[in-house]
Structure formats: structure tokens, C-alpha cells
């Protein structure tokens, strides 16, 4: 083991004070604008503490009149579905493509390869007629589709695991009677419990972050966070109390994931790095 110096220890500790303090500085100001009045927070500086830590004016305005309440059970409804589905449908692919000497297994893990190097805006307009003419538009069908597809990340990230698992509890399952999908069912799917785990958070992140796809397909009555979060920046001028109250609103969730899955956050995305 490598002894470390008193100067180096030093350093490094005031290297991730730094970064600490690079991080936290701009949640600090959004935490004080959502506390404050309009009149507030015009006349004072954006470091300044609010005078009321117990105003919920600007949380309850952006849940009433702004629909973030709906909005967020909207997202959470499109999440559970199309990560239920994508989960399922990856670990079944994976299981296909791995397990399985076929002819055309190649070309179609080529083909997956492929998708990762076609940018997703250049293919919005085919995308967006298919889903029009299904009439799809403007319902969260639309985008649990898009969203539940099969991705080669998570093939990969299977891939990984699946190496892993002896194939000679396949052979074994299949000599006491078992079919493919009672082995995929019963034994390889709760051993790729990790792999789901690394895909729903990579996958449940970024969804929940996506302004793209849901502005694209969802209107007026159907809008997921990010989308209803947009309606209060607006040309003439923005209430950034509102909108900082809106955002903190939207952390919880994603702040609550992370303190009941931080293990698995910290050992999924280990997981997928390696892969």
C-alpha cells in the first residue's frame, strides 16, 4: 500500500472541498429563490436568504395553476410501463442473442450496432408520421412506444452478466423438462437482476430528463415534468421563484430514488462502466 504525504493529503482534501463547493453553489441560490415572494426576489440579491423559510405561495402556484402535480404522476405512469417493458424485452433479446447459434445473428447484432451511430433527431419525422397515422399523438402510448424500445447499451450491459452465468444451468433445466421460456423465466431473468437494475437507472434518469420526446408527442393534455416545467419561461418575462419552487419539486422524486437505490446506483453504474 502506497503511503500517502502530508502535502498530498492536504491537497486532496481541498481538491474535493472544491469540487464540493462547485457543485452545491448553484443549488444554494434555487433553494433560496423558491422561498421567496416576487417583490423578494426583485429586490434582492440571488445569495440573499429568504425572509420566510415557511412560504409555500410559489410550491403550491406551480402545483394549482402550473399542473406539475399531474405532470409528475404523468411521468411516473410512463416510466413504470416503458422501463417495465424495455427491461423485458431486453433481457429477452439478450437472452436470444447470447444463449443462440443462429443464422442471421450477426447481421442483426450489426444492425443494433448501427442504431447507436443514427442520431435520434434524424429519424423524427418517419418516427412521427408512424406514430400519427396509428393515432397515437397526444396520448402517453406514444411515447411508452419510443421509450420501451431495445437499446445495444442494454444489450451489452446483459451481455455482461450473462457471460457470467453457466450454461450448464440451461443444459441442466432443459434434461429435467424445463422449456426456453420457464429457463429464461425462472433462472436467467432473476440472475440479471443487477443488469435491470443498472439499465433502469441509467434508462429511468435520462427519461425523466427528456424534454425532446415528450414536447414532440404529448400536448396540452398529457405533459410529463419537463414539459410542464417549460410553460412558465415565457417571452416577455419568467417568475424564476415559481420556477425554482417547480424544480425542487421536481428533485424530490429523483432525490428520493436515489436515497432507496444508492447501493444499487453505485454498484449498477460500476456494472456498466465495465461493460
Not at 423524427?124 to 408512424?130: A, D, E, G, P
Not at 427519461?207 to 408527442?217: A, E, G, R, T, V
Given at each position: 500500500m502506497i503511503k500517502e504525504g502530508k502535502f498530498y493529503k492536504i491537497l486532496r482534501y481541498l481538491f474535493l472541498f472544491g469540487a464540493?463547493?462547485?457543485?452545491?453553489?448553484?443549488?444554494?441560490?434555487?433553494?433560496?429563490?423558491?422561498?421567496?415572494t416576487g417583490a423578494e426576489y426583485s429586490s434582492t440579491n440571488v445569495l440573499?436568504?429568504?425572509k420566510n423559510w415557511f412560504n409555500s405561495y410559489n410550491f403550491l402556484y406551480a402545483i394549482r395553476v402550473g399542473?406539475?402535480?399531474?405532470?409528475?404522476?404523468?411521468?411516473?405512469?410512463?416510466?413504470?410501463?416503458?422501463?417495465?417493458?424495455?427491461?423485458l424485452f431486453t433481457t429477452m433479446v439478450s437472452y436470444v442473442l447470447h444463449r443462440f447459434d443462429f443464422r442471421g445473428r450477426k447481421l442483426i447484432m450489426t444492425l443494433f450496432t448501427l442504431t447507436m451511430f443514427i442520431p435520434v433527431v434524424t429519424t423524427?419525422?418517419?418516427?412521427?408520421?408512424?406514430i400519427y397515422r396509428m393515432g397515437l399523438v397526444n396520448k402517453m402510448a406514444s411515447v411508452i412506444i419510443l421509450y420501451s424500445g431495445v437499446g445495444i447499451i442494454g444489450i451489452y450491459i446483459m451481455f455482461n452478466l450473462l457471460d457470467s452465468i453457466s450454461k450448464e444451468l440451461d443444459q441442466s433445466a432443459l434434461i429435467d423438462g424445463a422449456s426456453y421460456f420457464t429457463i429464461y423465466r425462472r433462472i436467467i431473468l432473476p440472475l440479471l437482476k443487477p443488469a435491470c437494475t443498472t439499465l433502469l437507472i441509467l434508462n429511468g434518469i435520462g427519461?425523466?430528463?427528456?424534454?425532446?420526446?415528450?414536447?414532440?408527442?404529448l400536448r396540452k393534455d398529457v405533459?410529463?415534468?419537463?414539459?410542464?416545467?417549460y410553460k412558465f419561461f415565457g417571452n416577455m418575462?419568467?417568475?424564476?421563484?415559481?420556477?425554482?419552487?417547480a424544480i425542487l419539486l421536481g428533485i424530490i422524486p429523483i432525490g428520493l430514488v436515489y436515497i432507496f437505490l444508492q447501493k444499487y446506483i453505485y454498484y449498477g453504474l460500476a456494472g456498466a462502466i465495465k461493460s
Open positions: 464540493c463547493i462547485f457543485v452545491i453553489i448553484p443549488i444554494v441560490p434555487l433553494i433560496y429563490m423558491a422561498f421567496k440573499t436568504p429568504p399542473g406539475l402535480g399531474k405532470a409528475l404522476i404523468n411521468t411516473a405512469v410512463i416510466l413504470s410501463i416503458s422501463l417495465t417493458l424495455q427491461i423524427q419525422t418517419v418516427v412521427f408520421q408512424i427519461y425523466y430528463n427528456d424534454f425532446y420526446i415528450p414536447n414532440l408527442y405533459q410529463t415534468f419537463t414539459v410542464a416545467l418575462s419568467t417568475p424564476f421563484e415559481i420556477v425554482s419552487a
